[in-house]
């Protein structure tokens, strides 16, 4: 037998841009915690790669065990790699872990006969006491905490489960050099905290608790300052922070964004933007003030509603003081600096096709720069999937476990809510059509859900249902065009103009589909006196897009320069020109 045992650590991520954390934590708590002998690597995937390559990248390893990272969204490949390990490698040892495997252990292990061992909980420490254990002829398995796995006698096979591993000592750094190298511009992540101080219902942060009895772990902040720098410098343009509830501790997160703050354009380069997920309604006064001195674009916010149902709120134990949520979130938009995602969930209790309108009209009207609609997934180790009684919901037995249906919304009001949110993503979420759903709003009587709700409802009774998720921006600017003259106090040469203005300051072509084109013989000679005028003409060699508005009888343009693009928004700045004819 080789001196050496080779253990491959790998998950599937759900696109390339993705990097993912996780098997780096694991890979340098193997290399701190693994007995000399022990050799680990990690291999990352897709789960829109073919899985017979990702078998091929690991399979060349010829490792002794393989350990992957399970998720909702990658749990079916993951099986499928597996199998396909399994006939390459027929002694490889496969060993599984993360949420999606956590409180399912023996379900997994009695319906997965390849799977040899499952990992509950945090990973790092337990991960390497099993390798040690496992390659260095140690036979007392059942002493590591959060190890799951068979054990087969002649008589029977046993099960044994182990309650998800917590603990709160800090593990060393997954920033190791091979991280960097693997890297290669995608999105990074980083973690300042681990665990949530609130217990929603839907969710799995908030259910486990440190050996103190403190429901979050803080990492040392000397050491966050030193990550942040490292990714900053890394090449990847948008680093996450993957703490649950970031400002859980406001004077710890004050100081995490007044440090990114000052270092910006010093130790940060420019062009890097800091992700987080916060609690919007427990923003401080002074965070805020902080916040509004952030440079344009070096701070995005997601910031989960869910509803705004007070019963909803209390039945999922979701604590929010929605008055100061809502202040909060219109202050940090006022201040125009900051990307601002808000989210609601449908399919929650008590929640029906109507109050889930006004919790989306409520949400609307925040102004938030997107705006998503999710729908409840019944994870396992959830609240509201073990207590059925209190919860009651159907729901898919298969990943992601969506909802589909519950007391309060037949599986038809979940239809219309995804035809609602397939409009939304298209129109307001893309960026591409804001001055166009805010003019028909404004003229309109009717709610922006209604609106949502008729476009997404127009849009699949007029594209095949096969073609629509790959409709060409053209196409889909005129099924919307078609649709919202409909509409009833729209005038069209208005809505023609608003949607011009949209497509001009977000598609950097500077090309006018032909349905908002118009004839006009003026046309060059108002663009020769633009582009003669001294002011315009001195920025030379950039694309510009051009267009008349004839609502307001005057020109617009775009320039495509990089520089002035909103950092915020995306779009680039329009100049209207008012000609003498139009």
């Not at 099924?479 to 497509?503: A, H, Q």
């Not at 508005?549 to 020109?577: H, M, Q, R, W």
Request: hydrophobic share 35%; charged share 25%; proline share 5%.
């Amino acid at each position: 037998m080789s001196n050496v045992f080779k253990v491959v650590i790998g998950t599937l991520n759900s696109k390339y841009i993705h990097s993912s954390l996780a098997p780096w934590c694991l890979f340098a708590a193997a290399r701190e915690y693994c007995k000399d002998g022990i050799c680990a690597n990690v291999v990352e995937g897709t789960i829109n790669e073919n899985i017979s390559d990702i078998t091929e990248r690991i399979a060349v390893q010829t490792p002794d065990a393989v350990a992957l990272g399970c998720y909702i969204w990658n749990i079916t490949k993951i099986y499928e790699l597996i199998k396909m390990l399994k006939e390459k490698l027929p002694n490889v040892i496969i060993i599984l872990g993360g949420p999606e495997v956590s409180y399912n252990a023996e379900h997994v292990l009695r319906n997965q006969p390849l799977v040899d061992y499952i990992i509950s909980g945090e990973g790092e420490y337990p991960l390497s006491m099993l390798l040690n254990k496992l390659f260095l002829n140690e036979t007392d398995i059942e002493s590591i905490k959060g190890i799951c796995f068979r054990k087969t006698t002649y008589i029977d096979t046993k099960y044994i489960i182990s309650e998800p591993y917590v603990s709160d000592k800090s593990y060393p750094s997954p920033y190791v050099p091979e991280y960097f190298e693997a890297l290669h511009g995608r999105i990074a992540y980083i973690e300042s905290s681990r665990g949530c101080p609130y217990s929603c219902a839907f969710c799995l942060s908030g259910r486990t608790k440190q050996h103190n009895g403190q429901s979050v772990k803080y990492f040392d902040m000397e050491r966050i300052e030193k990550e942040i720098i490292m990714l900053s410098g890394s090449g990847a343009k948008t680093v996450k922070f993957v703490d649950r509830t970031f400002n859980a501790n406001p004077k710890r997160a004050y100081h995490i964004f007044k440090f990114i703050i000052e270092n910006y354009r010093v130790k940060i380069p420019e062009g890097v933007c800091f992700h987080f997920e916060i609690a919007g309604d427990i923003l401080t006064d002074y965070m805020i003030n902080l916040l509004s001195t952030a440079p344009a674009g070096l701070i995005q916010f997601e910031i989960g509603l869910q509803s705004f149902n007070s019963h909803t709120l209390e039945s999922i134990h979701r604590r929010t003081d929605v008055k100061k949520l809502k202040e909060n979130i219109a202050r940090i938009i006022e201040n125009g600096n900051i990307h601002v995602h808000v989210d609601l969930i449908a399919g929650l209790p008590f929640e029906n096709y109507e109050s889930f309108a006004e919790s989306f009209n409520t949400a609307y009207l925040l102004n938030a720069h997107m705006l998503q609609m999710g729908f409840l997934k019944l994870l396992y180790g959830a609240p509201m999937r073990e207590n059925r009684s209190e919860y009651p919901c159907e729901f898919s037995e298969t990943p992601p476990y969506e909802v589909i249906s519950t007391p309060w919304l037949t599986e038809n009001d979940l239809k219309k809510l995804h035809i609602v949110e397939s409009a939304l993503d298209r129109i307001y979420n893309s960026g591409r059509f804001r001055r166009t759903i805010e003019y028909i709003i404004n003229s309109c009587s009717m709610t922006p859900f209604e609106i949502f709700y008729r476009i997404g409802k127009y849009t699949s009774e007029n594209v095949p249902s096969e073609q629509i998720s790959n409709i060409s921006l053209d196409e889909y600017t005129k099924i919307l065009y078609e649709c919202l003259c409909g509409f009833g106090k729209t005038d069209s040469m208005t809505l023609r103009d608003m949607m011009v203005c949209d497509r001009l300051s977000t598609n950097s072509t500077g090309f006018i589909p032909p349905i908002l084109r118009i004839f006009d013989p003026d046309i060059k000679k108002i663009k020769t006196e633009i582009e003669s005028n001294p002011a315009i003409c001195e920025k030379k060699g950039i694309r510009r897009g051009f267009a008349l508005l004839y609502s307001e009888k005057c020109a617009v343009y775009a320039d495509y320069d990089e520089n002035i693009k909103n950092p915020v928004t995306g779009e680039y700045p329009l100049y209207k020109f008012y000609p003498q004819k139009i």
